[in-house]
């Protein structure tokens, strides 16, 4: 059964230092979605793409974060410098059609521990 | 905005009951509602997709209604098993806004 990757699956930096999540989405999915969850939270959309397109990413903090899908496969999400607030679950996921109108498989996530 | 509760927030059965796990939404203009399951420090597991225009949908010991003119989805689950302990979160959106999802529901099926 074919499954969305995510690396590294866990991940303590201290605060000031730059971080990079891998995803690798369930193949021909033209939708990726990441998201973050705090402890005891539902998920929360960080950004979205169609394709290698940003669909939304109105709640990405753009002054520290950044995420790009180049070639319309595999994403990076980056955020640098890091800070004690970004302690979280780092989810991606993908779907065949974006808008939400399919199924959103989600990869197994990264937890992120900022010192 | 979009907002979704669910309520309770934590609940402990004896296995074999039947149980009921509540989700309500503030805007009813939704083009679908999702359920999903989370094992501690894992990914989402979606177990029911219902479309706007849908009622209910069911998966084996699952049943999933949805009440759009309430802002209401319910999420059934027929003889509870230990394995079915888990936080259960439902998300509601899809269309051209984003999925809002739920705090989330602790449950727990005991022996």
């Known amino acids: 059964e074919a499954e969305v990757a995510q690396s590294p699956r866990y991940k303590i930096t201290e605060k000031s230092q730059a971080v990079a999540f891998w995803c690798d989405p369930i193949s021909g999915h033209a939708t990726l979605y990441w998201y973050r969850q705090i402890l005891g939270q539902g998920p929360e959309l960080l950004v979205q793409f169609q394709d290698e397109s940003v669909v939304d990413d109105s709640q990405l903090p753009k002054d520290r974060f950044s995420a790009e899908r180049l070639k319309g496969v595999d994403s990076t999400l980056k955020i640098q410098p890091a800070e004690l607030g970004d302690s979280a679950m780092y989810l991606c996921a993908s779907s065949l059609v974006g808008e939400g109108g399919e199924t959103q498989y989600f990869g197994p996530g990264t937890r992120l521990l900022v010192l | 905005k979009q907002e979704v509760t669910q309520i309770p927030a934590a609940l402990s059965v004896p296995e074999g009951e039947n149980l009921v796990l509540n989700c309500s939404f503030t805007d009813s203009a939704i083009y679908n509602l999702q359920w999903f399951r989370q094992d501690p420090g894992k990914g989402l597991t979606s177990l029911l997709l219902?479309?706007?225009?849908?009622r209910e949908q069911t998966s084996g010991r699952l049943n999933a209604s949805l009440d759009k003119s309430s802002g209401r989805s319910t999420l059934y689950i027929a003889a509870s098993q230990p394995g079915d302990s888990a936080t259960y979160l439902c998300?509601?959106?899809?269309?051209?806004?984003?999925?809002?999802f739920g705090k989330g529901t602790k449950l727990t099926v005991n022996p």
């Open positions: 219902i479309q706007s225009s849908q």
């Open positions: 998300a509601a959106g899809g269309g051209s806004e984003k999925l809002v």
